[in-house]
């Protein structure tokens, strides 16, 4: 497995983590910066990536604030994937606590 897979990996679980400690749902300014802080030297587009590849594996789900932010909000079985409790090929398995 490259690197760059293993990032994407770990993003995606990150973005599902985000979401969790957020409430369920948090747009996609508020993810980005999530990810930044995470050590994360990404750009928007990328984190709209993150959550588009998550959104097609529906593990979030999208709608738009005024049409053009894009709000993500955690699905059941996104919340399963996040608390490692399914797994989904492409995002990183939590460590056990």
Not at 15 to 29: D, F, I, Q, T, Y
Not at 71 to 83: F, S, Y
């Amino acid at each position: 497995m490259s690197f760059e897979t293993l990032l994407q990996e770990d993003r995606r679980l990150a973005v599902l983590r985000l979401l969790v400690e957020a409430g369920g749902s948090a747009n996609e300014s508020v993810l980005h910066a999530g990810l930044r802080a995470l050590g994360n030297r990404i750009g928007r587009e990328d984190t709209r990536r993150i959550v588009e590849w998550l959104k097609e594996r529906r593990l979030v789900e999208i709608s738009f604030f005024k049409e053009t932010i894009l709000v993500a909000g955690l699905t059941e079985r996104g919340l399963d994937v996040a608390n490692g409790d399914a797994t989904v090929d492409g995002v990183k398995r939590p460590s056990p606590v």
